[in-house]
DNA sequence: CGTGGTGTTGATTACTTTCAAGATGTGTGG
DNA sequence: CCACACATCTTGAAAGTAATCAACACCACG
């Protein structure tokens, strides 16, 4: 793991964040890491043993087949905690998507963190358990749809929802390519679902559609 | 939750244990519950409360859309524990394949399970992610190839493998449909890969090559 | 104002699904 | 123990959806 810089970046207000910001004990004092875009905050195989806690920005969490297939399994907003894991190896990647801040909780050996984690754990397999439905039985629209719902809650339900990933990560998390997730933003533009206000923010004029679409 | 009758079944040994049992406490004592061949164990919606684990037989967790679309994200076999849910309400629902024995462990309230549940939480959600990767990214024979492995892995490696659910439930678990999966078993047949013993057990005759297309 | 990366659109191909018969298996009753 | 009947599974042909291949457009950056 390669943290740029720590302690000494401007703190954006976390105005922008989720209607659920994670519970986790956020011991305020820990130094604050900086990932530039496309920087690795771990990679599979390494050492586990930290949390991170997003503060600005956004992190992909994936994992790479031989011919380098990529499955994005999940993304983590400002106020989202990830990076823990069932034995002592990171199973996953994890990149700062954008520039992004992450306070790293070091697990001291010994502590037992169960009664904080396992909310998180558990919060984290129905998230995956859900997301398995979506690339399981759901055609493209709808999983275009299902991210987007997904989006707009986690940003606080606003019309206008960021997406802080390029249509590569968005492919990589719904199972498909980025010419089909092109292609879908288009068709749900013209039916008048969505608007493009830029390459990576939309606005949700038919909120209603759009959930239905989802199932 | 319909149990069809407690403590008097004869209690198969579990000799067809996996290789790695899941180490929850047994509190031996508590009764078997029985459950006939597709008998729901709990529904989405209902009050969670309870941990199960499976004595023999097998158990199908799913989720349903709308239009009736099932998406089966886990198969539990003998030795495994599942039933544990993010907050009070289950979020899937849990069926009975066969003939199923299942000890069920009402958790008590107030009485703090974290330490216990942590670790099978943690192992459920790599196991959903890693499961993500094949349904996002791969293609109907690597599904088949993945699937497979992982049966034999659990039932300690051997060459014949026992498939207790029918090929329904095998393409609603890999997104594909009975046709395809049936398919893909007659290729992989032809190609000397496996076996077809029966409809319900295969020998892994080339592990190798099942393991390199399953990546 | 170029230039490279990202995104969109179009044409074609490939894979899986769907629809449709058959074949095989299992369980039951005679 | 055998025969029948319903389930499940397999196989084939046609259709549909997404992937691939290929240009082109757009945007951000130097």
Redesign the interface.
């Known amino acids: 793991m390669h943290a740029y810089s720590t302690s000494t970046i401007a703190l954006p207000s976390r105005s922008s964040q989720p209607n659920t910001p994670e519970a986790f004990e956020p011991a305020l004092l820990q130094p604050l890491s900086f990932f530039p875009a496309g920087a690795e905050i771990y990679a599979q195989g390494e050492k586990a043993g930290s949390l991170y806690q997003v503060e600005f920005g956004a992190v992909r969490?994936y994992?790479l087949?031989?011919?380098g297939?990529?499955?994005i399994?999940?993304f983590h907003l400002a106020g989202e905690t990830f990076g823990?894991?069932?034995d002592t190896t990171h199973?996953?990647f994890a990149e700062a998507i954008n520039a992004t801040g992450v306070r790293v909780f070091r697990i001291a050996s010994g502590v037992?963190m169960?009664?904080q984690?396992?909310?998180l754990?558990?919060?984290?397999?129905?998230k995956?358990?859900?997301?398995?439905?979506v690339?399981?039985?759901?055609n493209a629209i709808e999983r275009v749809a299902a991210f987007l719902v997904d989006m707009a809650e986690r940003q606080g339900g606003l019309r206008q929802v960021e997406l802080p990933m390029s249509r590569m990560d968005i492919g990589?998390?719904?199972?498909l390519t980025i010419e089909t997730v092109s292609r879908v933003f288009t068709r749900l533009k013209e039916k008048g679902v969505i608007r493009l206000l830029n390459l990576r923010s939309i606005e949700i004029v038919k909120h209603e559609a759009l959930h239905n679409m989802s199932?």
Do not use: N, V, W
Request: no cysteine; proline share 2%.
């Open positions: 969490i994992r087949l031989a011919d297939r990529r499955q399994s999940a823990f894991e069932a199973h996953f037992d169960s009664r984690l396992l909310p754990a558990l919060k984290g397999l129905t995956a358990q859900e997301h398995l439905l690339l399981g039985r759901q990589d998390y719904l199972g199932e």
